[in-house]
Every structure is written in structure tokens, then in C-alpha cells.
């Protein structure tokens, strides 16, 4: 299949009518316009019922005008700078070359052509499906978390469609240059404009394979000069979603969290809680008070047998002794700290107590 190539003549140059060119040019705009805003509703639409984040939806909507305009540009500039003439001619030689094409055209070759087509369309997608949501439940008997089960599942349904496009081109003895040269300068446009989202993508997939912290755990994290400390509400692609302590929510970059330091108070489900005791010298026995410290903590149900309560001698300065105290809880149990603030206050109440938090404030 050949085309004549089509050079206008520099003198039809702005022939014709020039309102009407002005209107021509305007009408291909619009409709441009109009069928990119149309697309764009479409994509959204369909990307929304997916995994993908919010930010990827809208960047890939606005992408989806490109293929529109770059059709409109080439009519719109033929017909503002040759006329209408050209533009014309150019129609009445391409429909020329298509039947010159098709008059040499084997009927029985094209038909046996659209028939593998359509025969590797229907396969293509049948089979992509299968292997979408066989991928999808076998991973699930795994525990695999379900974003990632549905983004590999994806994954999968569009590489065999990819392959499926690939062996229609060859069909049809088309040339893979173009198609890989065009998805190439898309990829490269996207990568450019996209480089943020990306970092935060590939952070994304780190935090969701790796699973440093789940869905539920409270942790802090720390990228100077910013401390962040909330529950984790849910983990996206794009963006790690927290509940502050003071009833925010707030999104945060996943490349953020990749560059930064991440605690986990909740991981493994208890934690040490260490309370400084400054007594005067003259109030200090040391079995009796070490032995009253100890019971006033253990007369707390929260607070776990094992490992038990320790109590340290820190330091003696300005007639002042210096305790520390270690005992365990349970995460979900963090907010009874007080209770034991309370108790050792009514046993020592010439004390000083600070709460020592090495993961920040819970």
C-alpha cells in the first residue's frame, strides 16, 4: 500500500475565501476541543473504578488531548496557510493513493487478514481477562494485599494486549518503527512532566511490596524539618494517608516517606514506656521506694507481667536522686500512661515525672 506524497504550491498560498478559512480553522478547533473534553470524560470515568490514584487519572486525562490536537494542528495550519484548496487536493490524493491500493488488492488476502484480526482481538482480550483474574484470586489464597494483587493483575492485562497489537501489526506487514517511535516521544513527554508522580510512584511500590507499616499502625515519621505522628488510614500508589493525633488527615508524599525515617509504634503490638522520677535525697530508701515504684506500676491491669518493670538509678546531683523507670503495655493501651502518671504522683508526691518518648508523642 503506497500514498503520493502531496506538496502544495507556494502560490496557492492564502488563496480563497479568507473569513472562510478563518472559520474552517476555528470549526477544527472546536471540534478538536470537543472530542479531546469527550475522551478525557470517558478516561476518568473508566480510570476512577480503578486502583490508580487520583493524581495519575487527571495527568493521564489531559494526555488523552495529545492524539486529538496533533491530527487538528496539521488541518488547521493546511488551511490557514495554503487554503482550502490545498487542503482539498490533499483529500482527493489520499482517496487516490487508497484506490490505487485497494485496486491491487487481493479480496481473499484482506478478508483472511480481517478475520485474524478480529480473531486475535476477541483471543487477545478473552485471554487477558483470564489471566487478570486468575492472577487476582490466586495471589488473594497468598494474603497478598488487594491493591497489589489488582495492579499486577493489570499489569498482566496489558502486556498481552500489547503483544496481541503486535502480532495485528505484523498481520498487516505494518512497520513497528512508527508505533514505537510515537509511544517513545509520549513516554519521554510523560516522564518529563510526570517526574514528581514518578518518584512518588516508585516509592509507592516500595511501601506496598516491603510493607514497613500497615493499614491501622500508628507511626512517625520524620523528614526534617517536619515530624509527622498519626494512624496510617490508607496507602496509596501516589500517597500515604495518616490521621494526626490532633484528628487531621493528612496526605503525604510517598517519596517523602521513602527519603525520610519511619517508627512503627504499633508493629509489634507493645511498647516500652519509660518515666523519669527526680526525687529529693532526704525521700530516697532505696529498697522501700524501688519496691513501692514497682507496685504502683503492677497494680495496673494494662501494664504487661512480662518483661517485668525495671526501675534504674540514673544520677545523684543537687541532693537529688535520679530514677528510671521502664515498663511494658500494649499499643492500643498508650492513653493509660496517664493513670500510671497519676499513681506514682499520689505515692511520691514531692516527685518530679516526665514521660520519656523516644517515637514522639502518641
Avoid: C
Avoid at 489520499?94 to 485474524?116: E, H, M, R, V, Y
Avoid at 487478570?132 to 495471589?139: D, F, H, P, Q
Avoid at 496509596?236 to 496526605?251: D, H, P
Amino acid at each position: 500500500m503506497s500514498f503520493t506524497a502531496i506538496t502544495p504550491s507556494i502560490g496557492a498560498t492564502n488563496e480563497g475565501n479568507p473569513i472562510v478559512q478563518i472559520i474552517l480553522v476555528i470549526l477544527t478547533i472546536v471540534v478538536a476541543l470537543g472530542l479531546g473534553l469527550l475522551l478525557r470524560r470517558k478516561l476518568v470515568a473508566r480510570l476512577k473504578k480503578t486502583v490508580l490514584d487520583n493524581w495519575i487519572i487527571q495527568t493521564l486525562g489531559v494526555l488523552v488531548f495529545l492524539p486529538v490536537f496533533i491530527i487538528a494542528a496539521p488541518i488547521a495550519f493546511i488551511i490557514s496557510y495554503w487554503g482550502t484548496g490545498a487542503l482539498a487536493a490533499l483529500f482527493s490524493s489520499l482517496a487516490g493513493s487508497f484506490n490505487d491500493a485497494f485496486k491491487n488488492l487481493n479480496p481473499t488476502a484482506f478478508i483472511w487478514n480481517l478475520f485474524q484480526t478480529a480473531l486475535l482481538i476477541a483471543l487477545g482480550i478473552g485471554i487477558a481477562r483470564t489471566i487478570k483474574a486468575v492472577t487476582i484470586r490466586s495471589l488473594g489464597e497468598s494474603r497478598i494485599d488487594v491493591n497489589i494483587r489488582t495492579l499486577i493483575g493489570r499489569i498482566l492485562y496489558i502486556i498481552i494486549l500489547l503483544l496481541a497489537a503486535i502480532w495485528i501489526l505484523s498481520i498487516w506487514n505494518i512497520s513497528l518503527g512508527i508505533p514505537v517511535a510515537f509511544i517513545g516521544v509520549v513516554t519521554v513527554a510523560i516522564t518529563v512532566s510526570i517526574q514528581d508522580v514518578l518518584k512518588d510512584l516508585a516509592a509507592g511500590f516500595y511501601i506496598l511490596i516491603e510493607r514497613p507499616f500497615y493499614i491501622g499502625n500508628t507511626i512517625s515519621i520524620t523528614n526534617a524539618p517536619v515530624t509527622y505522628v498519626g494512624k496510617v488510614e490508607d496507602i496509596q500508589l501516589r500517597v500515604t494517608k495518616l490521621r494526626l493525633v490532633t484528628g487531621e488527615e493528612v496526605s503525604i508524599p510517598n517519596s517523602h516517606i521513602f527519603s525520610g525515617i519511619v517508627t512503627n509504634t504499633s508493629y509489634y503490638g507493645e511498647r516500652r514506656v519509660s518515666i523519669i522520677i527526680t526525687l529529693p535525697h532526704e525521700e530516697f530508701r532505696s529498697v522501700e521506694t524501688q519496691e513501692k515504684i514497682r507496685q504502683t506500676i503492677t497494680d495496673h491491669e494494662f501494664v504487661m507481667p512480662k518483661p517485668e518493670p525495671s526501675i534504674l538509678f540514673n544520677s545523684f546531683a543537687d541532693k537529688k536522686i535520679t530514677l528510671t523507670v521502664h515498663f511494658w503495655i500494649t499499643t492500643d493501651k498508650a492513653d493509660d500512661i496517664s493513670e500510671v502518671m497519676h499513681a506514682l504522683y499520689t505515692s511520691l508526691p514531692d516527685a518530679d515525672l516526665t514521660v520519656k518518648e523516644f517515637a514522639g508523642s502518641i
